[in-house]
């Protein structure tokens, strides 16, 4: 199983779509920090549906007890500031998925202690600064399920 780690999400139907589909296809979701909406939000509810009870879901107040808790080599950090295409990682079971929030992204620091782990989804059109949090979440773990055999 993969885990799917969301810190500091913003936008409530972003997180509830990126629920729905980790309910879907088995995967642990884990929000992480501050976030900006209450886990009650109708747009949360609305996004994710009645599916919540199905979903493996988890918060985590404290970001940095959280980053320093993941074991480096199973981690995947999501930034449009690598060169790295995501589809050049090799992903194992376990392996967890990190997304920054949509207005910021991952902190800079982290990105500096796990440069080798960054990767991103590549955009032909320089006119566009990233993806849709929810649309990257699905691309990256589809392909984590593709190369695991797991779809």
């Known amino acids: 199983m993969f885990t799917v780690s969301l810190i500091e999400p913003q936008i409530p139907p972003n997180t ?32 994710g549906l009645d599916y919540w009870e199905h979903i493996n879901w988890e ?15 199973k981690i995947h950090l999501l930034t449009t500031k690598s060169k790295v295409h995501y589809t050049d990682h090799t992903f194992y079971p376990g392996d967890f998925l ?12 982290y990105l500096k202690k796990y440069y080798d782990r960054c990767c991103t989804i590549p955009m032909h059109n320089k006119n566009i600064r990233s993806l849709n949090l929810s649309n990257s979440v699905s691309i990256v773990l589809y392909e984590a399920l593709r190369q695991t055999n797991q779809l």
């Open 98 to 109: 990190l997304f920054g929030s949509e207005t910021k992204g991952i902190d800079a620091s």
């Open 16 to 47: 509830g779509n990126i629920g729905r589909l980790c309910g879907a296809t088995n995967t642990r979701l884990e929000i992480v920090g501050k976030i900006g909406f209450k886990m009650t939000d109708r747009y949360l509810k609305r996004a």
């Open 59 to 73: 918060y985590f107040e404290d970001l940095e007890a959280y980053m320093q808790n993941l074991d480096p080599i």
